[in-house]
């Protein structure tokens, strides 16, 4: 028996004894966990509806032709990152172009993205990888894109306020989600950039202001604050990771970020010293790692991980995948606030439902939380609304 002939019977033995059906409920869902002992070679992150095999006994004679409902067959979307030759963006770029799920891979920067594109270009896996250069090939970079990533932004530097940040990245994603807007309107469109809190509403208003704002293709990408409560809960409580699950709802900045422990797929008991250490951790976990990097970068690689992982949600849900849950800042109604983070289901159309299921039964501490971060994300949405209100910065 060859090799491949032998990892595919082993592979099928693993997956035809697993007790687990194709769709999975949401109290079971975790991102990162794949079915069985090897993840579907069609997925980058894994996932529970990723798996290779029908339920029913099959026999396997060629591993690529085993195919569940709604999984890709072969590279199909075409991605655009906005912001590839960054900190954030370069990691990024390389993670997407590994999922097999991309055909096209369209990376825009103002400066630097060729060396990345010719670097990337090396990888022998089916995404075409070309560049873009400037603000007079970004709607070159766009026609025709599935899923837009948008990491572009700077980060502080010394002797920078928080107001100058804001004002720097506020006007790059303004520019940017204007060419978006024009050239590619039914793009899912996935802001990475901070404050995210700030920025999805920056985006929203001039998807408005273009006739073309769709709140079930706009998010903001929350999902490294689920996969560091992931991390850290796994650690606290030796668990295995690929077990736990751990919905963060609210913003993307400080106290707006609130992990419900409460919630914690496989259950478990935290004591309420835990719950404040765990909580505070997860949401100061940027300054550990800017602590940790001396001053000489901030969490770049957590940040394009779980950006790809997110991207690779939207692809997957694209495909017809029944099966995407993700946490996401997106318009919600779950709250009185316009827009709030929460876990989403994905579909075909982009957002299909927003689970506010997860707001109910909160533990007092939770609770207490919920309330204190509300006007601090308030006070973020309006800036960010009033901001994209204003005249129209040069473009980037």
Do not use: W
């Not at 060859?2 to 592979?11: E, G, Q, Y």
């Not at 409920?25 to 070679?41: D, I, R, W």
């Not at 940017?176 to 469109?189: F, G, Q, R, S, Y």
């Not at 106290?255 to 919630?263: A, G, H, V």
Request: charged fraction near 20%.
């Amino acid at each position: 028996m060859s090799h491949l002939a032998l990892s595919c019977h082993r592979t099928a033995q693993v997956f035809l004894s697993a007790k687990c059906s194709r769709s999975v409920s949401l109290n079971s869902f975790c991102g990162l966990k794949s079915v069985g002992a090897s993840a579907s070679s069609y997925s980058l992150f894994g996932g529970h509806s990723l798996s290779l095999f029908q339920r029913h006994a099959v026999v396997v004679r060629d591993l690529e032709t085993v195919v569940a409902p709604g999984q890709a067959r072969a590279a199909a979307y075409k991605v655009a990152v906005l912001g590839a030759a960054g900190g954030i963006g370069q990691p990024l770029s390389l993670l997407i172009k590994m999922s097999p799920l991309v055909s096209d891979l369209n990376l825009y920067d103002i400066a630097n993205v060729k060396g990345v594109v010719a670097d990337l270009s090396h990888c022998n896996t089916p995404a075409k990888v070309c560049t873009f250069t400037g603000a007079d090939e970004l709607a070159a970079a766009l026609k025709g894109v599935d899923v837009v990533v948008i990491p572009a932004g700077v980060p502080r530097k010394p002797g920078m306020t928080r107001d100058d940040l804001f004002n720097i990245n506020a006007g790059i994603v303004r520019s940017l989600v204007e060419a978006v807007a024009d050239n590619c309107p039914n793009a899912m469109i996935t802001i990475i950039s901070n404050p995210v809190n700030s920025t999805v509403p920056i985006a929203a208003e001039v998807l408005k202001a273009k006739g073309v704002y769709d709140p079930s293709k706009l998010f903001g990408v929350t999902t490294l604050d689920v996969v560091r409560a992931n991390t850290f809960v796994a650690e606290k409580k030796n668990l295995r990771l690929i077990d736990v699950d751990v919905p963060v709802i609210g913003g993307h900045a400080g106290i707006t970020i609130l992990p419900l422990l409460s919630k914690t797929r496989p259950t478990v008991e935290f004591t309420p010293e835990e719950v404040e250490e765990l909580t505070v951790r997860i949401q100061n976990a940027g300054t550990e790692v800017v602590e940790a990097k001396a001053g000489a970068g901030s969490a770049t690689l957590s940040m394009a991980y779980a950006a790809a992982r997110f991207a690779e949600s939207c692809m997957r849900a694209l495909d017809g995948d029944p099966d995407v849950y993700e946490c996401a800042y997106v318009q919600s109604e779950v709250t009185e606030l316009p827009f709030f983070a929460t876990r989403v289901k994905l579909g075909k159309k982009g957002l299909e439902a927003v689970v506010s299921g997860d707001l109910a039964g909160l533990t007092e501490y939770e609770q207490k939380a919920l309330e204190a971060l509300k006007p601090e994300l308030k006070a973020s949405i309006e800036k960010g609304i009033s901001f994209a209100n204003k005249q129209p910065t040069a473009a980037v």
